[in-house]
């Protein structure tokens, strides 16, 4: 009885291990999922699909960075050598406020659009580099004329070959 008992020990033995490797050579998919720094679940994109920040106004797509922390909003684009033509930088505030932007390092031309909510209340066409020797004080400032939440920059031209006007809508999409 006990040499029975020692043989189905050995064969369970056996099989635990047949199984362990059988998992352990499986390909298993990623998972699609993490836990963000509240340790809540936030859903991933699968491996092959991209998810990107998009602003769409009157058709048209752009592929935008979201610009929502300090240290992000005073950078800008002034890093950038160029800009994309369906492409820009979406700058987000928690509130709504009256904001200032410069052209500060900017190494191109952009349009601006000052959004409030979901619509374009106003916006700055060709908003100039500054010149090579311009002094920060020297700089030009463009306010917003309104309090608002959101500043769209992209290329400059973008505004009068689109006919953009205040009032415009603007599509959110993965912000």
Do not use: C, H
């Amino acid at each position: 009885m006990f040499k029975n008992k020692i043989f189905w020990l050995i064969v369970l033995i056996v099989a635990l291990v047949l199984l362990a490797w059988y998992l352990a050579s499986r390909p298993w998919p990623k998972p699609n999922f993490i836990a963000n720094q509240t340790n809540s679940i936030v859903v991933q994109p699968a491996e092959n699909s991209v998810i990107e920040p998009q602003v769409i106004i009157k058709d048209k797509v752009f592929k935008v960075v979201v610009a929502n922390e300090p240290a992000l909003q005073r950078e800008g684009l002034s890093s950038q050598a160029d800009l994309a033509e369906d492409s820009g930088m979406l700058f987000v505030y928690a509130g709504y406020q009256i904001l200032t932007f410069w052209m500060k390092d900017m190494k191109f031309n952009v349009d601006l659009l000052w959004i409030k909510d979901d619509s374009i209340v106003a916006f700055e066409k060709n908003m100039p580099a500054p010149a090579a020797g311009i002094s920060d004080d020297q700089l030009l400032r463009y306010s917003s004329p309104v309090a608002v939440d959101k500043v769209l920059e992209f290329g400059s031209g973008t505004i009068d070959a689109l006919g953009i006007k205040a009032g415009d809508k603007v599509i959110f999409k993965n912000i």
